[in-house]
């Protein structure tokens, strides 16, 4: 059985590919995908969690594999609503480099 | 309200309208006066007065029919603190009725005298729109003085003494832009302040006498304050005379005496009729009032009788000389009445109280007889002089009212009112007049009457009356009775002076030639006065059977006997004053002034006459001992003390210096400057730096934004793990 650091160490490693990503990268579809990889990295982490809770504890134990669920959930609204404000900005600015987007003003 | 002891009959219940009446004719005049014609503003304030004298006259009567008991009605509460119980309460009895009779009688007559004379009067002053204002004044005065001699405490009668004052005052100076000749100048208003500030110092005596009655005595009321006077006198007889020498200090302001009589002449600056009115029959004679309401006190205390006495027939003389130097015929007139007045003052001093006041009542008689007289005089004069201003073509006016009428209607002609006089012309000097016998006779007879009553001829009133007074003094103080002796004889002396100049000879000017006579409204009032200075000797006859005024005011002042005639004094007094008016018709009579003429008393009597003329330079006197000196002090203490010490070195060097160093030095530059200051703008500059600072970070970029937010997340959650 591969022991619970070694997921925790990936998932560390997954998240800071994806807070690098949205902290350097300019395109906002990069961005989005930085993000997803952070939010899948937590994900890993959860499930890697739930699975070793579900071995030591006597009764089945899936809390962590049910909120990744809800997470999976989240990302796809999240995805959906952000791409939508990308097209709208696009559709004004002729352009969607995350760094022209710096005054609220449409 | 409540009568004194039992319930008596009479009129009582009318006292308070001796005030209210005229009181009332003053509120309608000021209401409607403005718009009313002058008739109907006269009528109003003359039957005010009118109705005042006959409330009088009722409350005399009820007296008599009460047998002169005194009634004390009250009408409302005054003043109660203390011990203090002060009420206006009217006291009647026949010393104040005979008061309040001479007082509305001859007032009512000079109302009407005044409605013809200040008709004329606004005319030639070109300010018709003070007609009204005049008789507001007069029924303030009527009521005033009612106040005066109804009072049943001294501080009432104070009340009603003050308010004289006032009235006086507002009515010499009633032509206050204006000296006599009309001219512009403050010569009237400064005659109405120097008659109010003298008789500031008489009030000061009076006052000072009032406290020392309320220590001493322990009451202003006139009963209270008798019954504990005798006491007081074994006690500590100065308290009494202390009292009664001050209260002379208010008499002699009030009343004219030496040696505060210098504002009466000066009094003349105001309209005839209040001459006549306030400065000669009534208002004056308030000190006689004064003294002989307070008897008991003076009675009790001979040496300040005698003080009294002494000061009155010195003013009784020394006001005569003056007299017979002067030019103006009001002035010779104020001097004579000042002259009189030292004979009231003298016999009440003298404990001839009734002497005293019979001479008050024939005196108001027969001088606003003279002064209403002169005055009409002046008018004639003035009527003169206008008509030659104006030009001779109206053809020569006819005598009386009608002649009037018509000068007058010739000055509302177009808008030449405002003419300057060619010259300055002055009515009221003898030496413009002369002649006026044949132009104003009826003018002319009724100065005749009045002279023989004050000259003292039998049978007009100033004989008996004068008589009397020298007669209680030949019994009592034989160097007062030459005093006024020699007194009488002056009076006679300017007083057939008078007559020569203005009514015989020749007219010295153009006026006199052109004077014309008064209309009835003037003459009638005269001629009632003229007849009440004829017969008003009879009130109080010195015969058995006769002496009704001593009776009557025996009611009030306890019975006193009648003193016969004595044909020794009558005879040495009517024989020096024939001869006086004989001497007099020597000098001015026989030899008639010529225009410029100096008057032929000046060559044979030298510097005494120009004593005489000056006023002995008492004013001079006054200015030189008190005024100057006051002056001085003041404007030292003014432009020394205050200005310069007080304002330039206090307040501006060191009050203003010491702040503003202050302020400067310590506030300013240290607190302010480098504590206050210094930290508002180290607040400033630091919000600015940092301000400066933290707007780089706010930069819009997302991933700064990202990048501390996690940076925060590191931070806790590290601090989470570590700690």
């Given at each position: 059985m591969v022991p619970v650091d070694y997921y925790i160490v990936l998932s560390a490693i997954l998240f800071t590919l994806g807070a690098l990503g949205v902290l350097i990268r300019r395109n906002p579809l990069i961005i989005f995908m930085s993000i997803e990889l952070m939010l899948n990295a937590g994900n890993l982490a959860f499930v890697a969690f739930g699975r070793s809770y579900e071995i030591a504890g006597q009764q089945p134990f899936f809390t962590g594999q049910i909120f990744v669920f809800f997470v999976i959930a989240v990302a796809a609204a999240e995805v959906a609503v952000g791409l939508a404000l990308i097209v709208e900005i696009f559709k004004t600015k002729k352009n969607i480099n995350i760094d022209e987007m710096n005054s609220l003003k449409g | 309200m409540h009568l004194s002891e039992s319930v008596v009959n009479g009129f009582f219940f009318l006292a308070p309208w001796l005030v209210f009446a005229p009181v009332t004719g003053l509120l309608i005049n000021l209401i409607f006066g403005r718009q009313w014609s002058e008739k109907m503003v006269g009528t109003v304030a003359s039957l005010a007065s009118g109705a005042a004298f006959v409330v009088s006259a009722l409350l005399a009567y009820s007296v008599s029919i009460n047998h002169g008991e005194a009634v004390r009605w009250r009408l409302a509460e005054w003043i109660h603190i203390g011990t203090l119980n002060l009420d206006w309460t009217f006291r009647i009895d026949s010393l104040s009725t005979t008061m309040m009779l001479v007082v509305s009688g001859v007032g009512t007559l000079i109302h009407i005298y005044a409605i013809g004379y200040m008709h004329e009067d606004v005319r030639f002053k070109n300010d018709e729109g003070r007609f009204n204002r005049f008789f507001i004044f007069l029924n303030l005065f009527i009521a005033a003085m009612m106040i005066l001699v109804s009072g049943d405490s001294f501080i009432m009668l104070f009340v009603g003494w003050e308010g004289v004052g006032l009235c006086s005052f507002l009515l010499i100076g009633f032509w206050f832009e204006m000296d006599t000749l009309a001219r512009p100048s403050w010569a009237n208003s400064n005659a109405a302040k120097k008659a109010f500030i003298v008789n500031r110092i008489g009030d000061f005596g009076f006052l000072i006498a009032g406290f020392l009655m309320f220590w001493y005595l322990g009451s202003f009321q006139f009963d209270e304050v008798f019954k504990a006077a005798p006491d007081v006198a074994e006690s500590a007889p100065w308290v009494i005379v202390a009292i009664t020498l001050f209260m002379l200090v208010g008499v002699a302001g009030k009343s004219a005496?030496?040696?505060?009589?210098?504002w009466l002449p000066d009094?003349?600056?105001?309209p005839t009729p209040v001459s006549a009115l306030i400065h000669a029959a009534t208002m004056v004679t308030a000190g006689v009032y004064l003294v002989t309401r307070s008897a008991p006190l003076y009675t009790l205390v001979p040496q300040a009788q005698y003080i009294v006495a002494v000061v009155g027939a010195g003013t009784a003389l020394f006001a005569a000389t003056i007299a017979v130097g002067q030019y103006d015929i009001k002035k010779v007139l104020a001097y004579s009445t000042i002259s009189q007045l030292g004979f009231m003052v003298a016999a009440v001093g003298m404990g001839a109280y009734v002497a005293g006041m019979f001479h008050l009542i024939t005196h108001a008689f027969f001088k606003a007889l003279l002064f209403l007289s002169a005055g009409s005089a002046i008018l004639g004069m003035e009527r003169g002089h206008h008509h030659l201003a104006h030009g001779h073509h109206e053809g020569k006016p006819a005598r009386g009212k009608k002649s009037s009428k018509e000068t007058h209607d010739d000055s509302h002609h177009g808008e030449v009112r405002r003419v300057e006089p060619i010259e300055t012309f002055d009515p009221g000097d003898m030496r413009n007049m002369g002649g006026l016998r044949k132009s104003m006779p009826v003018t002319f007879w009724l100065y005749i009457i009045g002279t023989l009553a004050l000259a003292g001829i039998f049978p007009f009133a100033g004989f008996w009356s004068k008589d009397e007074i020298l007669l209680d003094s030949s019994l009592h103080f034989q160097n007062i009775y030459w005093l006024l002796t020699i007194a009488a004889f002056l009076t006679a002396f300017y007083m057939g002076r008078q007559i020569w100049m203005v009514f015989f000879g020749e007219p010295r000017h153009a006026a006199a030639a052109h004077a014309q006579e008064s209309p009835k409204v003037i003459t009638v009032p005269l001629m009632i006065l003229a007849g009440l200075s004829v017969l008003g000797g009879a009130l109080n006859l010195p015969f058995e059977g006769f002496h009704n005024l001593g009776h009557w005011l025996g009611y009030t002042l306890g019975e006193v006997e009648g003193l016969p005639l004595d044909l020794k004094i009558a005879g040495i007094s009517t024989a020096l004053a024939l001869l006086a008016i004989l001497i007099s018709w020597f000098i001015y009579g026989r030899n008639p002034l010529r225009a410029h003429q100096p008057d032929p008393l000046k060559k044979p009597l030298g510097f005494i006459f120009t004593g005489m003329e000056n006023k002995w330079f008492v004013d001079e006197g006054y200015f030189a001992v008190f005024i100057n000196p006051f002056n001085k002090i003041s404007q030292f203490l003014a432009?020394?003390?205050?200005?310069?010490?007080?304002?330039?070195?206090?307040?501006?060097?060191v009050i203003l210096g010491t702040y503003n160093w202050l302020s400067e030095i310590a506030l300013d530059r240290y607190a302010d400057q480098k504590g206050i200051d210094a930290f508002a703008n180290w607040l400033g500059d630091a919000t600015q730096s940092v301000s400066a600072t933290l707007r780089k970070v706010q930069n819009g970029f997302v991933r700064s934004y990202a990048l501390a937010v996690m940076l925060g997340v590191v931070l806790i959650l590290g601090y989470l793990i570590l700690k």
């Open positions: - | 005496q030496i040696p505060l009589y210098v009094a003349m600056a105001g432009d020394v003390i205050d200005w310069r010490f007080w304002h330039d070195f206090v307040h501006d060097t």
